[in-house]
């Protein structure tokens, strides 16, 4: 039978926007300050996930809660297990939102709030779609595991745990990217750039502190420098014209100590052009000036190698490859204190053909080893390709120029997904081509019209379990 697909996900939408409305009402930020044995990532995490698989629950479907930090709905039986993989966890809300990021907001018809389009929204789509094939009685021949984690915005813990237990899918797709599919993701991994003692002596000013950063996957939207000493007279009646020329908003508060805060724009590392960091930015501003030897060495080491240079270039770890493009680099926590840490945590997307063990090398041997520790933190994320003539790739640009009349092609990015967990696994919307891309930035939204892309969910979980 001929299937009028948004008409049939256009019905499910006052539903749909509710059962979201609950999700995003939910702080799912990672939070192990606050963890217990039972909510190893802290309460949020769980209560979202919980939240979640009540919603599968009663509409009918069989779940499964594994430890609190992965979840999994099912439907159908077959020989093969198509996967479904979304995520309840969210970013830190961050500076700089005009609503409040947990009471979410309907208003141009886009529904604001922390994780409409990063990946509650997109994963309630997926999941509407998925009640959509079993409620309308279309075939199926292989089992669905639509699975959640809870971690993927930090170390993958849910997901990594739920592999431990449960078998892996055979093929699949996250909703957390963007169309027509992203069937390729650079390796990720980030460096921490560590200060070695420098010897004291005296100076005209003292750094006292530079911080920066929420989270090693955000380009920093706030820096504070905490400064003693006497700033020469020009700086206060200059810096404000320096801040209007580079496009950030500087606070200069004198006294004993003095602090100066730049304010830049936040955004997904994995496109750090796409925001203004506000630590290199403040570093640069001050490098020049006569701090103390650890301060000086800190400012000038920040502001030479990772200022406005996305690439790599200064650090000595630009590369390109013709099928996954370039390497970027963002510098994204920043902690500096006279008698602590002086460190500073890049966040690195690189293509095949180089590797982390490389890069950490390149960026110690840039930065000088006399000066500097480089260590890889936590563990890097290989480079992830599924052949453009993969059944599971050539179904879902299929079904994406099906229903929209636009050209499928394949793409790479930055950025991690779920889709990389299994061989034959990629990422299928819920962004659209040319739509502003607002993950992990202030005011976060997802228009409305986009998350009843269900249709194109439906559609393409009919055509790989028939």
């Not at 499964?64 to 093969?80: F, K, Q, T």
């Not at 390497?327 to 690189?350: C, H, K, M, W």
Request: aromatic residues 8%.
């Amino acid at each position: 039978m001929a299937i009028n697909w948004q008409q049939e996900a256009e019905k499910l939408e006052p539903q749909l926007l509710s059962d979201l409305t609950t999700l995003l009402k939910i702080n799912s930020e990672r939070d192990t300050a606050h963890k217990t044995a039972e909510y190893p990532l802290g309460p949020g995490p769980a209560k979202a996930l919980d939240a979640f698989l009540a919603i599968a629950e009663r509409d009918g479907f069989k779940t499964l809660n594994v430890d609190h930090v992965a979840g999994r709905i099912e439907l159908g039986s077959g020989p093969e297990t198509l996967g479904l993989f979304g995520h309840v966890d969210v970013v830190p809300a961050g500076p700089g939102w005009q609503t409040d990021p947990f009471d979410p907001v309907i208003r141009d018809g886009k529904i604001y709030g922390r994780g409409t389009s990063d990946d509650k929204g997109p994963s309630i789509a997926a999941y509407y779609a998925l009640k959509l094939v079993r409620d309308l009685g279309l075939p199926i021949n292989k089992k669905i595991h639509f699975i959640l984690g809870t971690d993927e915005e930090s170390d993958w813990v849910g997901m990594h745990r739920y592999l431990e237990s449960e078998p892996a899918p055979d093929f699949g797709f996250s909703p957390d990217a963007e169309f027509p599919i992203i069937n390729g993701e650079k390796g990720i991994a980030s460096f921490k750039i560590v200060q070695k003692p420098v010897a004291a002596a005296e100076a005209q000013l003292t750094l006292n502190e530079f911080s920066a950063g929420i989270r090693p996957n955000m380009v920093p939207q706030e820096a504070k420098a905490t400064i003693t000493g006497d700033l020469p007279e020009s700086f206060a009646t200059q810096v404000n014209d320096w801040a209007d020329q580079q496009g950030v908003k500087l606070t200069l508060t004198l006294g004993n100590p003095t602090t100066i805060e730049i304010v830049g724009k936040g955004a997904h590392a994995q496109e750090p052009k796409d925001g203004k960091n506000a630590a290199t930015y403040l570093a640069s501003l001050l490098a020049d000036l006569p701090f103390d030897p650890a301060g000086k060495a800190y400012l000038t080491m920040v502001a030479k190698y990772l200022h406005l240079d996305s690439r790599g270039h200064h650090l000595g770890i630009n590369y390109t490859d013709k099928l996954m493009g370039e390497l970027t680099a963002s510098p994204d926590i920043f902690t500096f204190t006279q008698d602590g840490e002086q460190s500073v945590l890049v966040n690195v997307r690189y293509p095949q053909g180089t590797d982390a063990d490389k890069i950490r090398d390149q960026i110690e041997s840039a930065v000088g080893a006399e000066q500097f520790d480089v260590t890889l933190s936590g563990h890097a994320q290989e480079p992830h390709y599924v052949p453009g003539d993969d059944p599971l790739v050539k179904t879902l640009l299929q079904t994406f120029t099906d229903h929209t009349g636009i050209a499928g092609h394949e793409q790479v990015i930055g950025g991690g997904t779920y889709g990389r967990i299994i061989k034959r696994g990629v990422a299928f919307g819920a962004q659209m081509p040319g739509q502003e891309n607002v993950m992990h930035q202030a005011n976060e939204y997802m228009p409305i019209k986009d998350i009843i892309t269900a249709a194109d969910y439906a559609d393409a979980i009919s055509r790989l379990v028939k």
